[in-house]
């Protein structure tokens, strides 16, 4: 179910190369920010809890080693990362995942702002639901 999630998702909203573009003020990291940021995405389509769940499930399991790669980070390095990443990066990939949203009409266009509040992460849930 996973992998047909990320294939939507990558089909869709060119996922693969918005998560490359987010970048933080480290140099010369040891983990990627790109990985760090996925596992933290991760949590949520995955329906973790907590960070320390997620860090957990990704070195119990070898699953998700495709995604975020062979250096996993831990819960507190995830942490840390997330205060350093760039917020103009965040903001242009979630305005053109919005666009493509806006293109592929699932939002109305009814006023000049837009967005959407989402609470809980259903990603696979079998019946219809309406924004």
Partial sequence: MMSRFCRYVEKIFDF??????????????????AAIWLSAFLMFATRR??????????????RFECLIGFHKPSADRMGDVF?????????SMLSGINHQLGRNKVFAKEGPLRFAAL?????FSQSASVL
């Avoid at 907590?50 to 070195?59: D, R, V």
């Avoid at 609470?119 to 990603?123: A, K, L, N, Q, V």
């Fill in 16 to 33: 693969g190369q918005r998560v490359k573009a987010i970048q933080d003020s480290r140099q010369k990291p040891r983990i990627p920010t």
């Fill in 49 to 62: 809890g907590s960070l320390n769940a997620i860090e957990s499930e990704l070195y119990r399991s070898k």
């Fill in 83 to 91: 205060c350093l990443i760039l917020s103009e990066h965040l903001r």
């Fill in 119 to 123: 609470d809980g992460h259903e990603f």
